[in-house]
């Protein structure tokens, strides 16, 4: 059975072919209302109901007819999502369809028609909602749903005007991120050690990403040869129908959302000891271990999918635990966004790290967090006016940019670390007790000679960033930095 729009004397008609039970092919013209100037997008979209509640010989039934007018608007709304429901995500419709249980209450209790309302209707609702506790976001998605079911009501010719069209949309304050600074950061990557999921809080502390995106990441969209790991997978979970679901879907959020990543070395080593872990599970559980989702990377020592809510209420856990600032899960995001800001990263290409849809979104979150961009607005107006400079960029630069550098660097790489060969030197002193002699070994860690050069080219290589001419200015400004650390440290 197909659908298809045709247009017959300046109106939409959806032309539905089938077969009946002989086998027969038929059509079935259904009147859609519209005019065909300008009502394309609404045309198909009533078509995709139509064709999906069409039950062979009868013509679908359009139950909101304009000349209906006893028809409650709640009770419209209640109609118009499961039309709709063919045009949105899953995820989307069981938003919506969960709030218009609520906004179809409010106005059937008043008695409030279809063709009856008006936009002091609507604006006393979301008056209704404040005075009630509910904040400025609920109201903004009330309003996003009343509008959108008017729209269809008015385009079909149900209505002579929508409504909703003249109410003012609630005004949301501008939203500041929250997030954690770099000493919060490492606070933070110090408690999690051990955790669970530690690596899945790192990764979404370095790349910034969505829960969907975290919990969606599969072994294929991982290139262990190339070194890339590609986002073009989500998880979310959503309630439909008063049940908890997990929906999976190949759709990312917007388009920018579909990026792919470099690979760091250190995240590359970790995710190949969870792959090989994750393939003894399956051998050691045999048929107890979930292959449903064997193709995911985050799942338990049963093969089970992380849910994304435990994610989320480990993680509130977590911070209570070790007396830290509470955020909410997603704000790790804002907290990556304010680590790259702090090492210097233009918003152009914190959006596309990000995947912002486009870069005012990304300036216009973030806005607040770009002091990098003010400071050299703030030089540049000193040396017009004859004043001197200010140098604290660079300072904030090479903090960040050690925290970064370390972020997946736990245990095993500090032992790592100590690997370096190690000379041993004998020492012979008296006790002064008997005057018997005592050997004590001492050990002394001697570099190696490719360290050692190692080491002395990263040093000239910072000195020179740094505007430094010798050696002894750039040590004493590392025994400077350290101090102030130490300083920093104790005031906090």
Known sequence: MKGRLTTKKGKYYVVISYQDGSGKNKQKW???????????????????????NFDGEAVPEIKAQPNNKDLLFGDYLTEWIEIAKQNLQLSTYAAYKNKIKYIAEYFNERGITLHGITPVDIQTYYKWLMDNGK????????????????????RTDIIPVNPAAKVQKPKSPKYEAKYYDIKQLKILFDCMQGDRFELMYKMTAFYGLRRSELCGMQWNSIDFEKNTLTLNHSVVQTCVDGKLQLIKKDLMKNASSKRTMPLIPDLKDALLKLRTKQENNRTIYSNGYDMRYVDYVWVDDLGK?????TLTCHFKSLLAQNGLPPIRFHELRHSCASLLIACGVSMKEIQEWLGHSAISTTADI???????????????LTNVFGGGTLDVKAQNTSEAQALLSTLFRGAEHEQAAQTT????????VTDDADGQPEQIVSAQI??????????YKTAKAEMARLGFET????????EFMKVKARRNYAIT
Do not use: W
């Open 30 to 52: 259904v009147a859609t209302g519209l005019d065909s100037k300008n009502n394309k997008r609404a045309a198909e979209e009533l078509m995709r109901g139509i064709v999906a």
């Open 135 to 154: 904040t400025i976001q609920a109201c903004t998605h009330a309003h996003v749903i009343i509008r959108r079911a008017l729209e269809i009501a008015y």
């Open 305 to 309: 999918l992380v849910n994304p809510n």
């Open 366 to 380: 973030y806005s607040h967090l770009n002091y990098s961009s003010k400071l050299n607005v703030a030089n540049t």
């Open 421 to 428: 060969p190690v000379k041993f030197d004998e020492i012979t």
């Open 446 to 455: 001697v570099p190696s000679e490719s360290d050692s050069i190692t080491e």
């Open 471 to 478: 050696l002894d200015e750039y040590f004493d400004y590392m």
